[in-house]
């Protein structure tokens, strides 16, 4: 088996490499950036708005992980370009290649805005809180074209944090184990259909529904509670009336993202 894996040098990329590993299985790595291959691995550098290095990319690959594009807010016609119209690129290529299975890297960011209240279902309907958070609604619903149209199984994983350990209280909440994120990577690769799947833990203190990834095999194992202790005497009991813990989407959806900061910024 054969996974391309776009975006493979960023955060979540590096953290999947040595987990998604396993015998009688070859995981291509495609970013901008060079990526040196270890065993069992092949690097391609290039640009995911590149329809023709994605179509050759896509050559003899099973499933494709498509972490890829801008992993915070960014002005819009970056996003509009790397994020969104990168996604498309990426979808046509694998359709073209007849790729079967796409796996795309979605957000807590595209229902941002929806308030904290009880555990939130896997379809919660959009609520985008940047520009960022738009592109992840969109690449939800390119997902959805190319499933129903042309037939590839497509799950989109809403995640959280994914990082080694929670960094803040709210990430209590939020935290997608790495070994968990590789979990559900597996589940989503071999799923038929299309899916909206929250990428998070099987935390304590968790917001989001577990319906949907259970549903499509998964199957979490940690809990960020064992980190609570420590980040509660660093940070405090969060306080879920006032932010980063009211909206789903936290600082995300503060007045420093707003599009005349951004413009002041660049």
């Known amino acids: 088996m054969r996974i391309l894996i776009t975006g493979a040098a960023g955060g979540v990329g590096t953290l999947l490499r040595p987990r998604l590993a396993r015998e009688g299985r070859v995981l291509r790595l ?13 690097a391609v550098t290039a640009d995911i708005t590149d329809q023709d290095a994605m179509v050759k990319a896509m050559d003899g690959v099973d499933a494709v992980l498509h972490l890829g594009g801008h992993s915070t807010e960014h002005p819009w016609d970056d996003i509009l370009q790397v994020n969104i119209n990168g996604t498309y690129v990426v979808l046509e290529a694998a359709r ?6 796409v796996v795309l890297a979605s957000s807590n960011h595209a229902v941002g805005f929806h308030p904290r209240t009880g555990e939130a279902p896997d379809y919660l309907f959009p609520r985008p809180d940047t520009f960022y958070g738009v592109s992840k609604v969109t690449n ?6 190319y499933h129903d149209r042309y037939g590839l199984a497509v799950t989109c994983l809403r995640i959280g944090s994914c990082f080694e350990r929670p960094r803040d209280t709210r990430m209590l909440s939020s935290w997608l184990s790495p070994d968990d994120c590789a979990r ?5 690769i071999a799923a038929e259909g299309y899916h909206v799947v929250w990428g998070v833990s099987a935390n304590t203190r968790r917001w989001w529904s577990l319906e ?3 549903a499509i095999g998964f199957e979490p194992q940690d809990d960020s ?7 509660i005497a660093q940070y405090g009991e969060p306080d879920p009336g006032t932010p980063p813990h009211s909206l789903l989407g936290g600082s995300f959806c503060g007045p420093q993202l707003d599009v005349d900061n ?3 910024e660049r």
């Open 184 to 188: 559900l990577v597996e589940a989503s």
């Open 262 to 264: 951004l413009t002041r």
């Open 212 to 214: 949907e990834g259970r």
């Open 225 to 231: 509670e064992v980190f609570a202790a420590e980040l």
């Open 96 to 101: 073209r290649a007849g790729v079967r299975h």
């Open 30 to 42: 495609l970013d901008v950036t060079p990526v040196e291959p270890g065993p069992g691995e092949e």
């Open 140 to 145: 939800e619903a390119l997902g959805s074209l």
